[in-house]
């Protein structure tokens, strides 16, 4: 007699913070929420720690004090995602988020090795349907950045995709005049 699998539970955005607050989910626990199924994420690798590190530092010395950076931290996008991503940043001052996690970002920046195809896929449909303006995938199998901006949220995706090289800049969209040599994120440069 063939069995039939129990549906998965979908949870939403504020059932996984009350299993948090719960205590069910620790702090620890290296998890997110991707369109309503908590997730697992990737252990962090050597180099993947350093790209995190070099583009936070980076991103500070380009945004200054325009907005905040926050480092693998929550964001609330929508009603069943909040991803953690490696780098964000966001509108304010860190004080604007202590009640809360931000519902938006002006950049996000994820450094993909083994979770380049989620990245890519379900991370940057996620993104594009809460309207992050630009996103980017620090490629560390290819040593490259790869930018989307242009975010379509009915389709969620992105309209627009770069792919820049070391020795070349980029300029944050929504930050006119910051910009960041790609050298700056990459592991050994």
Same mark, same amino acid.
């Given at each position: 007699?063939?069995?039939?699998?129990?549906? @998965?539970?979908?949870?939403?955005?504020?059932?996984?913070?009350?299993? !948090?607050?719960?205590?069910?989910?620790?702090?620890?626990?290296?998890?997110? &929420?991707?369109?309503?199924? !908590?997730?697992?994420?990737?252990?962090?690798?050597?180099? =993947?720690?350093?790209?995190?590190?070099?583009? @936070?530092?980076?991103?500070?010395?380009?945004?200054?004090?325009?907005?905040?950076?926050?480092?693998? =931290?929550?964001? =609330?996008?929508?009603? $069943?995602?909040?991803?953690? +991503?490696?780098?964000? %940043?966001? +509108?304010?001052? $860190?004080?604007?988020?202590? *009640?809360? =996690?931000?519902?938006?970002? &002006?950049?996000?920046?994820?450094?993909?090795?083994?979770? &380049? %195809?989620?990245?890519?896929?379900?991370?940057? @449909? !996620?993104?594009?349907?809460?309207?992050?303006?630009?996103?980017?995938? %620090?490629?560390? *199998?290819?040593?490259?950045?790869?930018?989307?901006?242009?975010?379509?949220?009915?389709?969620?995706?992105?309209?627009?995709?770069?792919?820049? @090289?070391?020795?070349?800049?980029?300029?944050?969209?929504?930050? +006119?005049?910051?910009?960041?040599?790609?050298?700056?994120?990459?592991?050994?440069?």
């Amino acid at each position: 007699m063939a069995s039939i699998a129990p549906a @998965a539970t979908r949870f939403t955005s504020e059932e996984y913070f009350a299993l !948090i607050d719960q205590g069910t989910l620790r702090s620890d626990d290296r998890v997110e &929420l991707l369109e309503g199924v !908590i997730v697992a994420m990737a252990p962090e690798n050597p180099r =993947h720690a350093v790209a995190t590190e070099k583009t @936070a530092e980076a991103l500070r010395g380009a945004v200054g004090g325009r907005a905040a950076i926050r480092v693998q =931290h929550a964001l =609330h996008l929508g009603a $069943h995602s909040v991803p953690e +991503p490696d780098v964000a %940043i966001v +509108p304010g001052k $860190h004080d604007d988020y202590v *009640r809360a =996690h931000p519902r938006t970002a &002006l950049l996000v920046v994820e450094v993909a090795d083994t979770s &380049l %195809i989620q990245d890519r896929l379900s991370k940057a @449909a !996620i993104y594009a349907a809460a309207g992050v303006p630009e996103y980017w995938i %620090i490629n560390l *199998r290819d040593d490259r950045l790869e930018i989307f901006r242009a975010p379509d949220r009915g389709a969620a995706r992105y309209a627009e995709k770069r792919l820049l @090289a070391r020795g070349e800049r980029v300029e944050l969209a929504q930050l +006119p005049g910051a910009t960041i040599a790609v050298d700056a994120l990459l592991p050994g440069g």
